[in-house]
Nanobody, 114 residues
Framework: QVPFVESGGGLVQAGGSLRLSCAAS????????IGWYRQAPGKQRELVGRIGGGYPDYYRDSVKGRFTISRDSAKNTMYLQMSSLKPEDSAVYYCNTPFQLQPWGQGIQVTVSS
């Protein structure tokens, strides 16, 4: 059983919005720092942002003010709300616990058309 199941991706026009969801274990969502990553073709996987775990929130500069990470402990789910999307945001998105990485899920494709 994979620790994470991502959903909610798809094709969107530039300037549009999407919300990604990540189903995870109760302990993961409630206790740990949670984060979203992305990997574009030919590029390394990068941390998009993370929250919780007693650490200051972090978002990479390219998504600050546009992306927001949140969690719903009752649903054991974390979210990535993305707005003002740009073509360069196109990638496969993954969730994980940044300070104690677990096996990766399949990820979810986000494609932003210009």
């Amino acid at each position: 059983q994979v620790p994470f199941v991502e959903s909610g991706g798809g094709l969107v026009q530039a300037g549009g919005s999407l919300r990604l969801s990540c189903a995870a274990s109760e302990i993961t969502v409630v206790i740990n720092a949670i984060g979203w990553y992305r990997q574009a073709p030919g590029k390394q996987r990068e941390l998009v942002g993370r929250i919780g775990g007693g650490y200051p929130d972090y978002y990479r500069d390219s998504v600050k003010g546009r992306f927001t990470i949140s969690r719903d402990s009752a649903k054991n789910t974390m979210y990535l709300q993305m707005s003002s999307l740009k073509p360069e945001d196109s990638a496969v998105y993954y969730c994980n616990t940044p300070f104690q990485l677990q096996p990766w899920g399949q990820g979810i494709q986000v494609t932003v058309s210009s």
